[in-house]
């Protein structure tokens, strides 16, 4: 277990996904308030990217209270997309603001790819969730940096 600081002043920790979230697969992370479950390559490097993602979800399962955001998760494709909305687009913009250099047009496909799989149980339409996190990075002057 470890405790990170991000760019923001919040901190966030991190622990290797115990043998209980196998069901997760090898290379996902998953946040359970009060901590961030990673995979042993992510906790080695601390991929910020990723911890500014996750740290997101804590938020928003602190905001909501843990349990209610699960079940609302769970059951609610739209809560589902727009919890994972708006970590995605923090993620990118955490990209633009710390001069780390992506495709955003790539980066944005391969999430829409994401978000319309079985990884997130087909949570919108790919088509749905270009456009929307095009449009959110557009105005945010950092889709074609
Ligand atoms: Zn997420």
Redesign the pocket.
Known sequence: MKTITLANGDLVTIKQKPWWLFWLGKYYTI?LSPYVYTPDTTYENEDMDVLV??N??LHQQSDMGKWKFYFNYVFSREFRYQ??FS??TTQLKWYVDSGTRVNMPSQIDVIGNMLSSANYLWCVSKERSVKEMTDMMVAYGGYDQ
């Open positions: 946040t993602h996750e997101i979800h919890s994972e970590a995605y």
